[in-house]
C-alpha cells in the first residue's frame, strides 16, 4: 500500500523537508495544512512554495473525495455519497439537531468505516449488498471533512454507524479516532465519538483497553440467540453470553453507559419473550437502550413494530430502572436506514 501522507507524524514530516532541503518550520505547516485545515489538495497551501507543492504531489498524491449525490431532508438531512480513492462509493449523512437542553445546535455525522459489510444482516441494505474493502483512516476522515465544507460548520459529534463493521477494521478505524479527537486534527471530544459495532468480541476488549472516553455501542437486535443467529448471519463464534461478559468488563473498566442498539421488526424480535430476554441481558451492565422502528428495505418483508409494542417496550424497560430511547431515522423522507441511499441511487440509475 503506498504510504499516504496523511499517516506521517510531525516527526516524520520533518525527517521529509529536511531530505527535500526544506527549512524545518515547513513541517509543521505542512501538517496545519494536512490536518487542522484538511487539505484535499496542495493547490489549498497557499504559504507553501509551488516547487515543493509538486514534488509532494508527484509522491503523495493528495485525494479529493467527491459527492456524487446528495439529497437533502425537510429535517435538514443531508446524505450524501461520496467517491473515494479506487472509485469505491460510500454514504455518510450530516445531522443537524440540538442537544438535549435544547441549547445549542448540533452538527452529527454518520459515517462509514467499510465500503459494504461482510456481516450480512438480513434488515440491512448494505449487509445485503456484500463487501467491497475497508477504508483507510484518511478516507473515514475525509467523509468528515466533505460534510463540514458542505454545512459550513464545526462538526460536533461523530457516529461510526453508516456503512461497515469497524471492529472489523479496528487499526484503522482507531487512527481515524485518533485524528478526530486530537488537539491538532479535528478537535472533537472523545464522549462526542461513538463507534457503533454488531459484537465483535476480542475487539470489544481492545477497545476497553483503548485509553480514550469513546462511546461504544452494540448492535443487540434480540437477546436470544436463535433469533440472533437468522439476523445477524456473519456473527457465529461471537455467542451472546461472551458478548455479555465483555459488555460487563466494560462496565467494571470504563464505568461509561453502553448504547444497545435495537432495530424493532414486527413478529421477528418483538415478542414477549425478547423483551424478557432483552432485560435479562441488560442486568448487571451499565446501559441505556435504543429502540429503532425497522426500516423498510428492498427485497425483505420487514415491518416496524406496532406503536403499542413499541409503547409498551418503552414503560417496561423503564419500569425496570433501564434507560430507554426510540431512535426514529432522520431524513426518512430522503431514504432511511444505512444502505438506504446508495440503494435509491443504484435504482434510478437502473
Ligand atoms: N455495522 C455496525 C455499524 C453501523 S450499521 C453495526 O451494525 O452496529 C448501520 C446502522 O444502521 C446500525 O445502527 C443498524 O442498526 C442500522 N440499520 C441497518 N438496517 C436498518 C433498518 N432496516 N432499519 C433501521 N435501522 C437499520
Ligand atoms: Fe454490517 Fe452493521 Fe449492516 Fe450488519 S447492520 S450488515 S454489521 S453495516
Request: aromatic share 6%; with cysteine; charged share 25%.
Amino acid at each position: 500500500m503506498t504510504v499516504h501522507i496523511k499517516s506521517l507524524t510531525l516527526d516524520e514530516l520533518t525527517a521529509l523537508m529536511s531530505e527535500l532541503g526544506q527549512p524545518k518550520f515547513r513541517a509543521k505547516q505542512l501538517y496545519e495544512w494536512l490536518h487542522k485545515h484538511n487539505a484535499t489538495s496542495y493547490d489549498q497551501l497557499t504559504n507553501i512554495p509551488k516547487e515543493l507543492r509538486a514534488q509532494l504531489s508527484e509522491r503523495y498524491p493528495l485525494f479529493d473525495p467527491v459527492i456524487i449525490n446528495k439529497q437533502v431532508s425537510k429535517d435538514g438531512t443531508r446524505k450524501y455519497l461520496i467517491s473515494l480513492e479506487a472509485g469505491s462509493v460510500v454514504e455518510t449523512v450530516g445531522i443537524v439537531d440540538e442537544d438535549a437542553e435544547g441549547n445549542e445546535q448540533r452538527l452529527t455525522v454518520c459515517c462509514s468505516t467499510q465500503a459494504g459489510c461482510p456481516m450480512k444482516c438480513d434488515f440491512c441494505a448494505t449487509g445485503q449488498e456484500g463487501f467491497v474493502r475497508n477504508l483507510s483512516s484518511n478516507e473515514i476522515i475525509d467523509q468528515l471533512v466533505v460534510v463540514e465544507r458542505d454545512f459550513d460548520a464545526r462538526i460536533s459529534n461523530v457516529v461510526l454507524m453508516g456503512q461497515g463493521e469497524p471492529f472489523l477494521n479496528y487499526d484503522e478505524v482507531v487512527a481515524a479516532l485518533h485524528r478526530m479527537n486530537a488537539d491538532e486534527g479535528l478537535n472533537i471530544g472523545a464522549r462526542k465519538i461513538t463507534v457503533s459495532t454488531s459484537g465483535i468480541i476480542d475487539r470489544v476488549y481492545d477497545f476497553i483497553d483503548e485509553p480514550e472516553q469513546f462511546r461504544l455501542a452494540i448492535s443487540l437486535h434480540s437477546a436470544i440467540q436463535s433469533t440472533r443467529n437468522k439476523l445477524m448471519p456473519g456473527l457465529t463464534g461471537q455467542p451472546l453470553e461472551d458478548l455479555h461478559d465483555s459488555l460487563l468488563e466494560y462496565a467494571a473498566r470504563k464505568n461509561r453507559r453502553i448504547s444497545l442498539e435495537y432495530i424493532m421488526i414486527d413478529g421477528v424480535n418483538d415478542s414477549k419473550k425478547e423483551l424478557e430476554m432483552l432485560l435479562a441481558f441488560c442486568d448487571g451492565i451499565k446501559c441505556h437502550v435504543n429502540l429503532i422502528p425497522c426500516n423498510p428495505i428492498l427485497h425483505k418483508n420487514y415491518k416496524p413494530s406496532s406503536s403499542s409494542t413499541q409503547n409498551h417496550w418503552v414503560h417496561t424497560l423503564s419500569m425496570n430502572g433501564i434507560p430507554v430511547s426510540i431512535r426514529y431515522s432522520k431524513g426518512a423522507d430522503i431514504a432511511g436506514a444505512c444502505g438506504q441511499l446508495k440503494e435509491v441511487h443504484k435504482k434510478s440509475q437502473v
